[in-house]
């Protein structure tokens, strides 16, 4: 028997789960994951993920790397995968396994990591998991102009959510891309950069939203105070982790719905 470690991609539907990262009293991924492999090996694990998704937040591509704690029998790829995937619950899947390099780590390694929001412009019945269904009429062309605003390196403390002694981490982000498409229905919203900061994504989409419905200006969406970010997040149904690239990954698909429902 020999240690090993893998690199995992799970794609998983973020409802149920109280987020990625492990928490005590609380269901999720992370947690749903680790057991599922501990069962499996035999043997307590090392697992850590490219993103910490918040409670209700969906992924697509989130990245993980598994370390057993102690030499397990030997697995192929295949045979993990699958023996993963008959334990976990139906909305977590691993999609594929590799063996990674002992000295690869998921969060630390990327280099870029990619979000995907879905605004729904009609009711339904179908995806309201899925999307924020905004009643007003948005303007698009506005929200990309405000969007195009968005790239560069800014300082974003006033989009991120602080923990409760105030604090948050260092606002500094470089926001390598913010693009909007439609496609039908839906209202696809697009944002990359090296990390992001808790809720920063959903404050700007928000923002963005305001933007949309002629309540800002598109320069106005960086000079939201703190309190004015909050007050506009955006629910969590409507956001996926959609791609987290490494050094020598090519760039994220064309950006496309998570799903068609409409």
């Not at 409670?55 to 102690?70: D, M, T």
């Not at 404050?203 to 960086?222: F, H, I, Q, S």
Request: proline share 5%; charged share 30%; aromatic share 10%.
């Amino acid at each position: 028997m020999e240690r090993r470690k893998w690199r995992l991609v799970v794609e998983y539907e973020g409802t149920r789960y109280r987020g990625w990262q492990e928490q005590r009293n609380a269901r999720t991924v992370q947690g749903e994951l680790r057991r599922a492999a501990e069962d499996l090996l035999d043997a307590r694990v090392l697992l850590a993920g490219a993103g910490r998704t918040d409670a209700g937040v969906h992924a697509l591509f989130q990245i993980a790397h598994l370390e057993p704690l102690r030499p397990v029998p030997p697995f192929s790829e295949v045979e993990l995968r699958h023996g993963l995937n008959d334990r976990l619950p139906a909305d977590i899947n691993v999609r594929r396994v590799d063996e990674a390099d002992w000295r690869f780590h998921a969060r630390h390694d990327a280099v870029e990591r990619f979000y995907l929001y879905q605004l729904a412009t009609r009711r339904t019945a179908f995806g309201k998991p899925f999307v924020w269904w905004v009643k007003d009429r948005l303007d698009a062309e506005e929200m990309r102009r405000a969007a195009r605003r968005v790239v560069g390196m800014h300082d974003f403390s006033n989009f991120q959510e602080v923990d409760a002694d105030g604090r948050g981490d260092d606002g500094r982000v470089k926001v390598t891309s913010c693009e909007l498409r439609a496609d039908g229905d839906l209202l696809l919203l697009r944002i990359g950069a090296s990390h992001f900061l808790w809720k920063m994504v959903r404050r700007l989409v928000g923002g963005l939203v305001e933007v949309g419905r002629g309540n800002l200006a598109p320069d106005g969406l960086l000079r939201l105070r703190h309190s004015e970010a909050a007050r506009v997040t955006a629910p969590p149904a409507g956001l996926f982790l959609e791609y987290v690239r490494y050094r020598g990954d090519p760039p994220p698909l064309p950006l496309r719905p998570a799903y068609h429902w409409f």
